[in-house]
């Protein structure tokens, strides 16, 4: 798993700055996974589909969604219609238990990962890393949660 620092966001971060990052920290893990040879790579995106309820290329595609629907909401004066809006907070909504899927898929990587990696500092970055990884998705879930309730 490739070392990642997390970015550190100002507490008033952009709704559509979350999800953007969250694509590309998916990005980054479909990236890791494509690199890995055909067995592992093949354990892998079936562990996290069992354990997250999707496949890594379905977060790609939802994470673009996210992005799109979150850039939406943040523009000032971009959905005006209290309809529109609604419709838009109640997909939102719907996707924030599948979030908490993930981000338990990322915590349950990180207890486990001592049995599989036994380098010291190979296994410090991955736990960096998939800390980073909760990180975003729960940064993800807070901005959600903090649109249903404005």
Known sequence: MAEH???VLPEETPPAQVAAELKEM??????????LDPLRKMLLSKVIQQRSGMSVE??????ESLDI???????????????????IL?????????LERLADCFSMAAQ????????????AGSLAALAYREQVVHRMIGEIEQLAAS
């Open 69 to 87: 629907l979150m850039e939406a909401l943040g523009r000032l004066g971009r959905i005006e219609d209290t309809g529109r809006r609604c419709r």
């Open 90 to 98: 109640s997909m939102l909504a719907q996707w924030k238990g599948k």
């Open 58 to 63: 379905d977060w790609l595609k939802a994470a």
């Open 112 to 123: 486990e990962a001592g049995s599989f990696i036994k380098d010291p500092e190979e296994l």
């Open 5 to 7: 620092e997390p970015i």
């Open 26 to 35: 998916l990005e980054t893990v479909a990236k890791e996974i494509d690199s």
